[in-house]
């Protein structure tokens, strides 16, 4: 039974190897690949490799792909291994007719149509006639071995030359038709392609699709691509791809960008892993082919704003299927720069110092929301953080989701933080500035330690008395509440202090001036005036003639100190668990470092210790 190449491909792509091979075989990683022990030979070192569209043997040669493997493993047939697969994948396999026969001889036809134009247009440029695109190519910096390693090549004038030149090989108007390069006109059919620059677009097998075209002179549009054909689909085909595979494969990195030239201007400058959609923002579609090459694609889009507006629908789109094997990166590139201009103007080094630091996607989330939002309001502050947590609830793997929630918070209470140290160190005395600013995090000289017994300490009583310092303090200091607002919240509180803690962070939303007159007035409208007097017993406040940038630092650190100590125990439990799994699955300095700390703050908190080391 004979079946379309386009149905095959299509199974291949929703079919991920690795998980094929991995119900029958234990892979590890191999650097970008996987490998185990053949299943089918005995053997104890691992030699049979898993890589994202094969697998290869390299000690009895047993090579192939899904298919293959269904079929070798299972002894199944070929089409035995389809329909079970075409199941799993929820395709329908197509039924063998004469119909779906015609349709596949007539593709084949179609392609050797598109192959014949391809080394017409190859010969055209090279003509008298492609000199004006001969100097265009120059000037965009492609030398001659790039010209032919891409096939690019010259429309002519159009005016049915096309048609001519393929006439003398017996392929019928109709066929040029049928294949995109020429269309129906008023006066009958006429070229589809004139005066463009020619670009072959292939699958990626090689197999001939289309073309795209840049147009020479005025005219829009400057770039277009061939119509859409029983060959052609702009929303499953990637520019480039036949070439970036082989390259991508033996590491190079997977690069999407928007263009032909970006292309080829970064394969030319080494980057042979680049690759772009077809005038289209990035598809399902694409997304699928991408993660079958690379488990961590970067977009390079152009530095403007449109290219941030595409960045952004991409990882929108990418967000529900993230998981910890596919993941996705965004390079960012300087205003009005497109990678083309820019390795040309800076080279490559500085193209790869770029690459090398792409940040991670939570990063480029952040920035791109951010860049967007009105963070001087608390409505404006408050939809950020709102689209922050709506987005990583819309990743399906629930503990990657957790991790994006996270990192995204981070960032929106680290940029809070920075804030209101701003705000502070504007309106600090000079007595303030010389003092060194402090920072949660930081570490500092603590008091001397006291030698001295101490009698038994019951601590239920420790706790509610520790909470309740803790409170007043940040009553008596509301400015610092921006600051500690996050670690405040997670904190098990008695129910007294529970009931100010939710009250003082709706004052805190709408407030404009953070002091404690405003907050304490605020408290006693709720009901909770004598609540707030019982926890500001004791607690010095900041009044007139009192130096509020010194206490407010001193108030901090006590602060920090009460909050290490009340740490919500399960709440820390369940981060050192789900960090020393982090660690056991990437064991770098950062992982341990972080674990450690975690660890620690455990152990003092089980035991009632508050140390701001920890």
Request: with cysteine; aromatic share 6%; net charge neutral.
């Amino acid at each position: 039974m004979s079946l379309p190449p386009q149905f095959l491909d299509e199974l291949r792509s929703r079919t991920p190897l690795a998980p094929l091979v991995a119900r029958r075989v234990r892979l590890e990683r191999a650097g970008r690949d996987q490998k185990g022990c053949c299943p089918f030979h005995n053997e104890k070192s691992p030699s049979f490799y898993v890589y994202d569209d094969h697998y290869h043997c390299f000690g009895c040669g047993a090579h192939g792909d899904a298919i293959s493997f269904v079929m070798q493993s299972e002894g199944a047939s070929f089409i035995e291994a389809v329909e079970r697969l075409a199941a799993e994948a929820g395709l329908e396999v197509p039924k063998p007719s004469p119909a779906a026969a015609e349709a596949q001889k007539r593709e084949a036809e179609l392609a050797d149509v598109l192959e014949a134009a391809a080394a017409e247009y190859r010969r055209r440029l090279a003509l008298p006639e492609g000199e004006a695109a001969r100097a265009y190519l120059a000037a965009r910096g492609l030398d001659a071995p790039t010209i032919a390693r891409f096939g690019l090549g010259w429309s002519g004038e159009g005016r049915g030359a096309l048609r001519a030149a393929l006439a003398r090989q017996g392929i019928a108007e109709s066929r040029l038709i049928e294949a995109g390069l020429m269309k129906e006109g008023e006066r009958g059919a006429v070229d589809y392609f004139y005066n463009r620059v020619m670009f072959p677009i292939r699958d990626r097998n090689g197999r001939m699709l289309s073309f795209g075209g840049r147009l020479l002179g005025d005219g829009q549009p400057k770039y277009l691509n061939g119509p859409e054909t029983a060959l052609f689909s702009k929303r499953r085909t990637l520019y480039g791809l036949d070439m970036a595979r082989p390259a991508i494969r033996a590491g190079a990195a997977l690069i999407v960008v928007e263009g032909y030239m970006d292309v080829i201007a970064l394969s030319a400058a080494g980057f042979a892993g680049a690759l772009a959609p077809l005038g289209t923002a990035l598809t399902e579609q694409h997304l699928e082919e991408l993660w079958r090459l690379s488990p961590r694609p970067i977009l390079c889009l152009d530095g403007d704003a449109a290219g941030r507006r595409a960045a952004l629908r991409a990882i929108e789109l990418a967000l529900k299927q993230l998981t910890p094997e596919r993941g996705l990166a965004v390079l960012a590139l300087p205003p009005g720069d497109d990678p083309d201009s820019f390795v040309r103007r800076e080279g490559e080094a500085a193209f790869a110092a770029r690459l090398a630091a792409t940040p991670s996607l939570a990063d480029t989330l952040y920035d791109l929301l951010a860049e967007a939002a009105d963070v001087s309001t608390p409505e404006g502050r408050a939809a950020l953080r709102a689209r922050l947590e709506a987005l990583a609830r819309q990743i399906d793997d629930r503990a990657l989701a957790g991790e994006y929630r996270a990192a995204l918070l981070d960032r929106f209470f680290a940029a809070r933080r920075d804030r209101a140290f701003a705000t502070q160190r504007d309106g600090a005395s000079a007595a303030r500035r010389d003092r060194a600013p402090f920072r949660p995090g930081m570490t500092r000289p603590g008091p001397p330690p006291l030698n001295l017994p101490r009698p038994p300490i019951d601590p239920a009583i420790a706790h509610r008395r520790r909470a309740r310092l803790l409170t007043g303090l940040l009553i008596a200091h509301p400015h610092l509440l921006p600051l500690l607002e996050e670690a405040f919240g997670l904190l098990a509180l008695p129910q007294e202090c529970a009931r100010l803690r939710a009250a003082m962070g709706a004052w805190l939303a709408s407030a404009e001036t953070l002091d404690s007159e405003h907050l304490l007035n605020h408290l006693t409208q709720s009901g909770l005036g004598d609540e707030a007097a019982q926890v500001l017993a004791g607690i010095p406040r900041p009044g007139t003639g009192t130096d509020t940038s010194t206490t407010g630092a001193d108030a901090l650190q006590s602060l920090w100190y009460g909050i290490y100590g009340l740490m919500n125990l399960d709440w820390l439990r369940q981060q050192c668990e789900e960090q020393r799994l982090r660690f056991e699955q990437d064991p770098t300095p950062e992982n341990n470092t972080r674990l450690r700390a975690f660890v620690e703050a455990r152990y003092r908190a089980e035991r009632g210790e508050a140390d701001l080391d920890a």
